[in-house]
Every structure is written in C-alpha cells, then in structure tokens.
C-alpha cells in the first residue's frame, strides 16, 4: 500500500482509482489547505474550497493533459476557486495595486532615496510575534500577491511551477513575487525596526 | 555627490542601485549570468544603501520561510475524504 510522500501514480489518478485519488488527499491536503486559507483568510471557507478542489480536480480529470505536474495542476483549480470565492463575496483586501505601487522604493539618479538599514537579527530573534507579524502582513497584501507569496516563499515551490499554478508568464511571476516581497519588506520594517 | 555618481558608474560600467533592484530577486535565487551577477555583487559589497536593503529583502524571505506551519483544523484529512466518499469519488 502507499504510503503518504510516496510518488503519485498519475496513470491510476487519470483511470480514476480511488486509493490513488485518496492517496492524492492524504498528501496534498495539508499544504493545499495553507495555500487557499492564506488567499482567502478563512479557515471554514479554506477547507470547504479545498474538499470542493478534489471533487472538480475528480470530475475533470480528462481535462489533464500531462503538460505540467499533477498537483501543479491541482494547484490551479484550488487557487482559481480562492480567488472566484473573493469574487463573490466581494472581500477587499486591506491595500490594492495603488497601495502596493507606493511601497516600492524611490530612486533618484539610479540611487535610493530613503537609505533602509540593516535589520537587527537579536531584534529580530527576540520579536515573540514574529509570524504573526508576518501573517498580519501578508494579509493586508491584494490577493494575487498573497498567493505568490504563499506558493513561492513559504510553500517553497520552484518560480516556473508558480507561474504554471497561477497561469502567468515566469516574467510576470518574478515581477509580481518582487513586488510582494518589496511590499512585505516595508510593512515589516517599521515592526522589527525599533 | 548625488549628481556625479551617475556619471561615474556609467564610466565605469557599474550598475546603478536602481537596477540592482530590479534583478535582487534574481541575484538572490542566484538566476542572473556569472558576469552580471558579478558586477552586482561589487557593487553590493560598497554600497551600503544596497546592502541594507539587500539585507532586509533577505531577511523578508527568511521569515515567510519561517512562516509555513499553522495549525490544521482537527481531522482536515478525514472530513475531505468523507465529503468525497458521499460524492462517490473515494472508496
């Protein structure tokens, strides 16, 4: 019997075999969950559109076409219903495109125009509410960004998966996780700067 | 200063701050050419501006990878396979 972790048999998957897909469920459930709760900030909704993923991933299972990883395309289906959910119930996220445009930096002739400094990494060790912090950020952030984020920085996936999953160019992924990132790094800062 | 600088690092065929930006999140994954990867790195290592802001994207990155537990609802895994057993998906 397989185990949790093993490779996934994508031919049994695509002959629609129950252990397989139940196989599919135990493994990718965890790391599925964290990326939809992250994009939609709602654990009921989370899980109801992570159960709702599998079942369309299911009926369209004829519609893969093996032109990128399995679960990337899983991946697809969960985020794309995140993002229809926010759509639909007409959720803001706290900053839009504006918002995070301003928190790029400025330059001028080539050069910063405000000079960061260094974080203190014993400040930094020393902050109790370090993921909060960061999860309170990555919040405020317009859902796009949330997901890049979530899929690249936290869930560590290759950029070009990312791009796959989020159905853009890898130019237009590495632009976007930039910006999220440059975006994150000014919200943070005024936390861990004392 | 502010004014010459540009010229120099023209001169000199230095990146400027601005477009090191615009690659950091290259230069860090290290997916930039040896060479220009390179000439970011010199400039890095002498402007302190670009090492403080290198530092802290970096730092922004270490902590979302730091960030990837959270607690799962109780039996996640369970409920999705029951919801997918009454829909005749799972055994």
Known sequence: ?????????????????????????????????????????????AESLMQETFLQAYQRLDTFRRESKFTTWLYAIGINLARGSLRKSKRLSPLDEAAVERMQPDFSGGMYVDQAESWNPHRLAELSQRRELVHQAIAQLPDDYRAIVTLRDIEEL??????????????????????????????LDSHIRP | MRLVAPLMRKMMDEPSCQEVNQFLADYVEDNLDADVSDRYRKHVAHCDCCK??????????????????????DDLVEHTLEFLKERGVTA
């Not at chain 1, 397989?20 to 599925?32: G, M, N």
Request: proline share 5%; with cysteine; glycine share 4%.
């Open chain 1, 158 to 187: 290759p950029t070009d998966e990312v791009a796959r999953i989020l159905e853009i160019s890898n130019g237009a992924a590495r632009v976007r996780l930039h910006r999220a990132r440059q975006a994150l790094r000014k919200l």
């Open chain 2, 52 to 73: 403080a802001y290198l530092d802290q994207y970096q730092g922004t990155i270490d902590l979302l990878h730091d960030c990837r537990n959270c607690d799962l609802p």
């Open chain 1, 1 to 45: 019997m397989s185990q949790p972790g093993d490779p996934l048999d994508v031919d049994a998957l695509l002959a629609g075999d129950a252990t397989a897909f139940e196989q599919l469920v135990r493994q990718e459930s965890p790391r599925l969950f964290r990326v939809i709760n992250r994009v939609v900030n709602d654990e009921d909704e």
